[in-house]
């Protein structure tokens, strides 16, 4: 593990807790207060956010590596939904859990510092990793990397987005023939090839949505060395067939995200019928151990 | 001013406040710790930062039409400077203010639902306009439209922003032999069309950096319906001479942004000789002044 100044490597580390629990997932906490028990409901946001955050937490971090959580669905409530994710991300650190904040910054320098100190710094919420669009270029991301850089932290940058009109902007031809998407991931190569550990993958990753096998494919080919943060399995429509292609020949390399599936499971047809409202966090840890089966399953085809 | 179910038009509210106040100018609130007076420091971020913005509100509520509050700098501080954005917020409303979230958020729709809700609806921060980044396309856009039109909002999207390496992935050629800046200049016009006030703007808004002056003429020429929001005056190097491109020929559809210039004009050379650090307010004020004369004067060439 190469530790420059007592900091590990973000890739390292992120690499070595999925090896150690075979397990390349993470489970993304994106609470909705109407997909919630109701038994959790009564206290404030920050309460019910934070009591269903901790089952289901409770009941999964021995499966998965790491969580990612989408601000938006805190930020949605105000302070009182910005405490709850305070909450929830100091829990997953107790639980030493690798925490991964799905914010997509994005602003010029100045600003961006400031995005980064929120998040990255250990005066911020300090978490592991934090996502960020790349439409400013990259004097809006080198915050974030030189903070990644300083701190042991890594970001995923998006390239290709799993929502049906990604296709608008991101795979638009330029005049080199190549796709915006892929000159992106190209230059996503360049920013962080001088920050590769010692599993050889570097700390700038790159975030392909598994709604788009065939892009997935392609840009694994030409970034071997970027961590795939894959969101669009499950409730998106992403299969386990098209995920396959984020992961290099080897199994390693992506890190696959499921959120609604995972933590509203209990409402999901197959699992609402043996599950009561009050096994929500059971049902999650059943989907977490299914996705954790079907993932490896298919790795080692 | 037209009014479809009591909203009004945001487009129409904005001019009709830049032009009663004869300013096409909004003040940038973007609190710096190491740049506020120490006779304001002592207490926490949420303190420190709303007293700051509370004199610079009170000093200037009278000259300027509209603030532009950017996130990132309350962020910073978690929920302690979370806590000072809303508080500023509810005071610039207070003082019937035109109040635009700088916040670049981007999504896919679900999430892009909740960050809208977080800042357009009356549920959330309830605030006039917000900041949005296209790089997801109209499918990540249109839950801010969607509410912008329901409850009299705007949105601002991001199509040549003021750094320097935005030339990176914005100014890339397409095939078609238009920037991609271009199109997403075209989109935000298409996606506006249905938006118009009795002004003839649209409530999907632009936004161009000043320190690109021949782009934000050629946009200008393509977008005559579409409000400019122009970052990078003052501090970024942006000048009044490249500033007056993002005019239309009558003087209007565009609102300049200063924030750095007004809000820490006392420790700019030509203020702080004549301003004690108790006087900050006071130095803003006249920078204030000093900016609508001269975006005025520039106008009336």
Known sequence: MIISNGVKNFADKLLEATEKMKNPSCIGLDPRIEDIPDFLKGGDITETFFDFNKMIIDAT????????????FYEKYKVEGIKAFEKTINYLKK???IVIVDAKRNDIGPTAEAYSSAYLSPEGFDVDALTANPYFGID??????????KYGKGIFVLVKTSNPSSREFQDQTLKSGKKLYELIGEKVNEWGKNTKGETGYQIVGTIVGATYPKELKSLR??????IFLVPGYGAQGGTIKDIIFAFNKDGEGAIVNN???????????SYSKRFRPRE???AAREAALAMKKELLSALSN
Request: aromatic content about 14%; hydrophobic content about 45%.
């Open 140 to 149: 809006g991301l080198k915050p974030f990397i030189d903070d990644a850089i």
């Open 280 to 282: 929500f966090h059971l």
């Open 221 to 226: 080919k030409v970034m071997p060395q970027s």
């Open 95 to 97: 639980k030493n859990k």
């Open 259 to 269: 959120s609604r599936g995972i933590i509203f499971a209990w409402k999901n047809e």
């Open 61 to 72: 971090y021995d499966i998965v590596p790491a969580f990612k959580v989408q601000i938006a």
